[in-house]
């Protein structure tokens, strides 16, 4: 069953080369994103990954980013752009005298993210201080180790921002020593308030603390550590999403719409949970969507008695019987994978429709064998025509478990001209995630709004809240934790931090099959007042805009 993904990216991302994409209509503001790369250096890529990230939510903004190494900069570059962004990710890189020199004398935006500031700030000749009003302090970290008998010490984790404290991502475990953080600030301090001044504070609950999170000092802004390491929907990467408007001097409308999706329709799913599903929303007068898998295979008989079993679409009476009666009520398809599944293998856990990855094994964390563009659409395509031959017209596609190599995300426009869903990216196409030099990542991401171009020219409808889960695990091992209706309201309130922010979620319908035992359709019911209740209007994936 699916789990909850969360994407985190940075020490739990995977490694990967840039992608090139074509040029679309620039419309938006011209923007420029300046990142470290430097050479030799087992992390050279890590800053490709961050501005990749940074790259896609200009998409929502009609900008097509344009990504350079910072050692690539020449001199008087960034006048030709409406906004340069610097990825300060590596500590200590050094910064050609050319960048630093127009960061000073531009009149345009300059956006500047965690390391490497106090090249400019602690060197006399630039005047820093005199001509922004604020200084760099420090770098600040963890309070101190942690350990079995301190196990968080604490760090400057939590950002406020329209009344919500949005805490970063922290784990350790005592046993291993396993830590999972960024907990890496840049501490600022005002000297002139009539040019500087702090947008968004960020504090050390453990010692008092507080500082600066984002400085602005008219065209310059410090965003103090990178949003796009360890992201989940309560992180400070909302707060950046939203402050992104005003950065670039395009102010959207505040506008809060909700999408529900009706997640891993396939051909043995329940008519009569379909139905409740659906009679309900049609009720509520809330339009919906159905992720249908066009094709069900279970190559090894995991649920045929050891018998291997496909049930082409024009078999596939219960699908059919349930998406017909949804479509007339409210309903749209998304084709959600040709099969959602992989050749004969357990990729990872059945080999059978709904379970498994199709574009990425999973296994041994690489592209298929078979990975290809002419691989890849032939299966976009396969899955279309079966769906057309049986009637029916996608309005958008989705990724099965959100992981698909960069190949497949790349020719996914030639399919499909909208996508609905959560993306893995990659810094290569066929990535090394283990090299000693130069290793790849894999960074997955999720929307807050609408990207109407993402780095492998996709369009996404966003899904940013997650979805319902419950620990059935004497049934099914693979599904072995809780997560509640409330946590996703919970989830959809920080979602409205950001002034056109979207609260999207599915749903699967199995959880009201009497055998599992879950509340599901009451769960269900809960969630969807409770978003509306915050204020959202509920649309169909094909009116977002």
Same mark, same amino acid.
């Given at each position: 069953?699916?789990?909850?993904?969360?994407?985190?990216?940075?020490?739990?991302?995977?490694?990967?080369?840039?992608?090139?994409?074509?040029?679309? %209509?620039?419309?938006?503001?011209?923007?420029?994103?300046?990142?470290?790369?430097?050479?030799?250096?087992?992390? %050279?890529?890590?800053?490709? %990954?961050?501005?990749?990230?940074?790259?896609?939510?200009?998409?929502?903004?009609?900008?097509?980013?344009?990504?350079?190494?910072?050692?690539?900069?020449?001199? #008087?570059?960034?006048?030709?752009?409406?906004?340069?962004?610097?990825?300060? =990710?590596?500590?200590?890189?050094?910064?050609?005298?050319?960048?630093?020199?127009?960061?000073?004398?531009?009149?345009?935006?300059?956006?500047?993210?965690?390391?490497?500031?106090?090249?400019? %700030?602690?060197? *006399?000749?630039?005047?820093?201080?005199?001509?922004?009003? $604020?200084?760099?302090?420090?770098?600040?970290?963890?309070?101190? @180790?942690?350990?079995?008998?301190?196990?968080?010490?604490?760090?400057?984790?939590? +950002?406020?921002? &329209? *009344?919500?404290?949005?805490?970063?991502?922290?784990?350790?475990?005592?046993? /291993?020593?396993?830590?999972?953080?960024?907990?890496?600030? #840049?501490?600022?301090?005002?000297?002139?308030?009539?040019?500087?001044?702090?947008?968004?504070?960020?504090?050390?609950?453990?010692?008092?603390?507080?500082?600066?999170?984002?400085?602005?000092?008219?065209?310059?802004?410090?965003?103090?550590?990178?949003?796009? *390491?360890? +992201?989940?929907?309560?992180?400070?990467?909302?707060?950046? *999403?939203?402050?992104?408007?005003?950065?670039?001097?395009?102010?959207?409308?505040?506008?809060?719409?909700?999408?529900?999706?009706?997640?891993?329709?396939?051909?043995?799913? !329940?008519?009569?949970?379909?139905?409740?599903?659906?009679?309900?929303?049609?009720?509520?007068?809330?339009?919906?969507?159905?992720?249908?898998?066009?094709?069900?295979?279970?190559?090894?008989?995991?649920?045929?008695?050891? +018998?291997?079993?496909?049930?082409?679409?024009?078999?596939?009476?219960?699908?059919? /019987?349930?998406?017909?009666? =949804?479509?007339?009520?409210?309903?749209?398809?998304?084709?959600?994978?040709?099969?959602?599944?992989?050749?004969?293998?357990?990729?990872?856990?059945?080999?059978?429709?709904?379970?498994?990855?199709? $574009?990425?094994?999973?296994?041994?964390? !690489?592209?298929? =064998?078979?990975?290809?563009?002419?691989?890849?659409?032939?299966?976009?395509?396969?899955?279309?025509?079966?769906?057309?031959?049986?009637?029916?017209?996608? @309005?958008?596609?989705?990724?099965?478990?959100?992981?698909?190599?960069?190949?497949?995300?790349?020719? /996914?426009?030639?399919?499909?001209?909208?996508?609905?869903?959560?993306?893995?990216?990659?810094?290569?196409?066929?990535?090394?995630?283990?090299?000693?030099?130069?290793?790849?990542?894999?960074?997955?991401?999720?929307?807050?709004?609408?990207?109407? &171009?993402?780095?492998?020219?996709?369009?996404? +409808?966003?899904?940013?809240?997650?979805?319902?889960?419950?620990?059935?695990? =004497?049934?099914?091992?693979?599904?072995?934790?809780?997560?509640?209706?409330?946590?996703?309201?919970?989830?959809?309130?920080?979602?409205?931090?950001?002034?056109?922010?979207?609260?999207?979620?599915? $749903?699967?319908? $199995?959880?009201?099959?009497?055998?599992?035992?879950?509340?599901?359709?009451?769960?269900?019911?809960?969630?969807?007042?409770?978003?509306?209740?915050?204020?959202?209007?509920?649309?169909?994936?094909?009116?977002?805009?």
């Amino acid at each position: 069953m699916k789990k909850l993904i969360y994407l985190l990216s940075a020490a739990l991302m995977m490694l990967v080369a840039l992608i090139s994409q074509p040029a679309m %209509a620039q419309t938006g503001p011209k923007t420029l994103i300046v990142y470290d790369a430097p050479p030799g250096t087992q992390f %050279a890529k890590l800053g490709t %990954a961050y501005g990749i990230m940074l790259k896609n939510l200009m998409g929502h903004f009609d900008s097509d980013a344009e990504l350079l190494p910072v050692q690539d900069y020449v001199a #008087g570059k960034m006048q030709s752009y409406d906004a340069t962004f610097y990825m300060g =990710a590596y500590y200590d890189n050094p910064l050609p005298a050319a960048f630093l020199n127009d960061v000073m004398t531009t009149q345009k935006t300059v956006v500047w993210f965690k390391y490497n500031l106090w090249q400019l %700030a602690w060197n *006399s000749a630039y005047g820093f201080q005199a001509k922004f009003g $604020f200084d760099f302090a420090s770098l600040r970290g963890l309070n101190a @180790v942690p350990s079995a008998a301190n196990p968080a010490p604490g760090f400057f984790d939590t +950002i406020g921002y &329209k *009344s919500k404290s949005f805490v970063k991502y922290y784990t350790f475990n005592g046993a /291993t020593g396993a830590l999972n953080v960024d907990p890496d600030i #840049g501490v600022t301090t005002v000297l002139d308030p009539a040019k500087a001044s702090i947008v968004v504070p960020v504090s050390n609950p453990k010692t008092g603390e507080t500082a600066p999170y984002v400085m602005r000092s008219g065209n310059f802004w410090y965003v103090a550590d990178m949003p796009f *390491s360890f +992201i989940g929907p309560r992180d400070r990467y909302l707060v950046l *999403s939203d402050l992104l408007h005003d950065m670039l001097n395009v102010n959207h409308a505040e506008s809060h719409k909700a999408l529900v999706r009706l997640e891993d329709v396939g051909a043995l799913v !329940s008519v009569s949970a379909m139905k409740q599903l659906t009679n309900y929303l049609y009720g509520k007068k809330i339009p919906f969507s159905i992720a249908m898998i066009p094709r069900y295979v279970d190559p090894l008989g995991v649920y045929n008695g050891g +018998i291997p079993q496909t049930i082409p679409l024009s078999q596939a009476s219960n699908l059919k /019987t349930a998406v017909n009666y =949804a479509l007339p009520r409210g309903g749209q398809v998304v084709m959600h994978g040709y099969t959602h599944q992989y050749g004969a293998m357990q990729n990872p856990h059945t080999g059978v429709s709904g379970d498994d990855y199709e $574009f990425w094994n999973i296994v041994a964390n !690489s592209p298929v =064998a078979e990975d290809s563009s002419a691989w890849a659409l032939g299966r976009l395509n396969a899955g279309k025509a079966e769906l057309a031959s049986n009637g029916y017209t996608p @309005v958008a596609w989705e990724t099965p478990h959100y992981h698909a190599s960069a190949l497949t995300s790349k020719v /996914t426009p030639q399919a499909f001209s909208n996508t609905y869903q959560r993306v893995v990216y990659f810094t290569a196409d066929q990535p090394n995630f283990n090299a000693a030099i130069n290793k790849d990542f894999g960074v997955g991401q999720i929307f807050p709004y609408v990207i109407k &171009k993402d780095h492998y020219g996709q369009r996404i +409808i966003p899904e940013s809240l997650g979805n319902i889960e419950y620990d059935i695990s =004497a049934i099914d091992p693979t599904s072995n934790y809780n997560y509640t209706w409330q946590d996703i309201v919970t989830n959809a309130e920080y979602g409205k931090t950001v002034r056109d922010g979207y609260a999207s979620f599915f $749903f699967h319908p $199995f959880w009201l099959e009497p055998e599992v035992g879950t509340p599901g359709l009451a769960d269900f019911k809960k969630l969807v007042d409770g978003i509306t209740n915050l204020g959202y209007t509920w649309i169909a994936p094909s009116a977002a805009q």
